[in-house]
């Protein structure tokens, strides 16, 4: 197998890999606003509940998460789980990736000084003004390197959708290493990653910077 | 009619009363200063009448409006939400860190709330801001954000954002205590002149000789009540009660 049809192989697993990236973040970002919501909610039932949802996403790994999305519905239920392979998988990595989100977020939201409220409060905008002009952006601000840390361990993360036998890059790099018995499918996808993971830290980059102009 | 009314005001932090028994009322073009040992209740004073803090019994009303009050039971209802968006109209209130925002630059800082919360018009209210920031000598740092400006400078444009909402009555709590002294001198000439023109202000302040000069009004504040009240020559020059005479006696010799 030449080097270019490895490449073209392994090129739709690489557009798997991206689905996965970029669905996660897509569920994963707003899911972790509500998680944060909830954490922080004066509500102390809600409260424990997203306490013990975070703690359990922390707590355990992602690729056995990932096992019991896909599973659990057959084993616990009997309900036949053919085609759901892909939706397993995003819901498992949304779920996991929401918990963390929400604790950044949340750590976010609490670092913000109490005046910011009073003064905002005392000039008359409403709570929901208050939170979408001045203290989310700035809390964007605060959390953007956290967010960063996340999504560049996301890129590399999507990697565990092979333990559900999806055919992202690093399954299909893995199939045709052993059955050509080279070493190159591993080379090309571990470029792959870098290059994915080099476009994150140009964006998030740029996203720091065009919020570099206050303090 | 006053222009606020307040009666009879308690607050506690749990075990802690830190307001006992207060009651202040303040007409129109009244400059009144309050001043006390830390600690002594005069920051929750204001934190009650701006709507910070609930009170725990009394009265507050604005322009004859009641905000807060006793139901039968004694227990304390406020306003509705619509009455208490108009009450909020009018007042403003200057904190002793500014509290500006700092993603918003100057002018922004001091237009954002006019045209979100009052729906005015964006260039009648840009018109009306960079006459106030002429007028305060900041014009040149309109396009600042406020970590390039000075506290002085910060704590000026924290008394325009406040004025920008044409409030009836203007608080301040401690404006100047953390800004070095020759920045002290540039905020407390701005309240001079406020108070020259007749603006209604409620002034925390430990700057006796300011307070003394621009107050028609002075409250001596301690433990929680009005320890002494009346016109600086009173208060100030000559206390009569002896907490008074302590706390000034401190001042003066410190
Ligand atoms: N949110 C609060 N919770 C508990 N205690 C408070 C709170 N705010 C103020 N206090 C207490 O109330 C007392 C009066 O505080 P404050 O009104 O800030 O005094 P002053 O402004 O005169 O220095 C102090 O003992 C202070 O510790
Ligand atoms: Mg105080």
């Not at chain 1, 990697?159 to 052993?178: C, D, P, R, T």
């Not at chain 2, 507050?60 to 905000?67: D, L, P, T, W």
Request: charge should be neutral; glycine fraction near 6%; include cysteine.
């Amino acid at each position: 197998m030449s080097f270019f049809t490895m490449l073209e192989t392994m090129s739709s697993g690489m557009l798997k890999t991206c689905a996965i990236f970029f669905l996660t973040l897509l569920f994963s970002l707003p899911l972790g606003f509500l998680v944060s919501f909830g954490r922080m909610s004066k509500n102390p039932i809600l409260r424990n509940i997203v306490k013990v949802y975070i703690s359990i996403m922390r707590g355990t790994p992602l690729m056995l998460q990932l096992l019991v999305w896909y599973f659990g519905p057959f084993y616990l239920f009997q309900i036949p789980i053919r085609g759901y392979r892909f939706t397993a998988i995003i819901l498992g990595f949304a779920f996991n990736y929401a918990a963390y989100f929400g604790e950044i977020f949340r750590a976010g939201i609490e670092s913000m000084p109490q005046g910011q409220y009073e003064a905002a409060k005392v000039l008359g905008y409403t709570k929901v003004q208050t939170f979408f002009r001045i203290i989310l952006p700035q809390v964007v601000k605060r959390i953007l390197p956290a967010v960063t840390n996340e999504v560049i361990t996301l890129v590399k993360d999507t990697s565990l959708a092979f333990s559900l036998a999806y055919q992202e890059v690093f399954s299909i790099a893995k199939q045709i290493s052993s059955s050509q018995t080279s070493f190159m499918p591993f080379l090309i996808a571990g470029v792959f990653y870098y290059i994915m993971n080099y476009a994150v830290a140009f964006a998030m980059e740029r996203m720091e910077k065009s919020m570099s102009y206050y303090r | 009619m006053n222009l606020l009314e307040m009666k009879n005001i308690r607050k506690s932090f749990g075990e802690l009363s830190v307001i006992r028994d207060i009651s202040l009322s303040v007409t129109r073009g009244e400059v009144v200063s309050i001043i006390g040992p830390s600690g002594s209740g005069k920051s929750t004073l204001l934190r009650c009448a701006t709507f910070l803090e609930t009170i725990d019994s009394g009265f507050i009303s604005y322009m004859g409006q009641v905000a807060a009050q006793e139901d039968a039971t004694g227990a304390i209802t406020y306003c509705t939400h619509e009455e208490m968006k108009k009450i909020h109209g009018y007042f403003g209130l200057v904190f002793q860190n500014f509290n500006l925002f700092p993603h918003y630059s100057v002018l922004k800082n001091i237009m954002d709330a006019p045209i979100v919360v009052q729906g005015r018009q964006k260039s009648e209210v840009r018109e009306e801001a960079m006459a106030l920031l002429e007028k305060m000598g900041l014009a040149d740092k309109a396009d600042f954000y406020p970590y390039q400006l000075s506290g002085g400078q910060q704590q000026r444009v924290s008394i325009v954002r406040a004025l920008a909402m044409n409030p009836e009555i203007l608080f301040f709590d401690e404006p100047t205590s953390a800004l070095d002294p020759e920045l002290t001198i540039e905020v407390l000439k701005v309240i001079r002149q406020l108070a020259e023109e007749h603006m209604t202000m409620v002034i925390v302040t430990h700057e006796m000789q300011f307070a003394a000069a621009v107050s028609d009004r002075v409250i001596f504040m301690d433990g929680g009540i009005i320890v002494e009240e009346g016109s600086p020559e009173q208060v100030i020059s000559n206390p009569e009660k002896a907490r008074t005479r302590q706390f000034l006696d401190m001042y003066n010799n410190r």
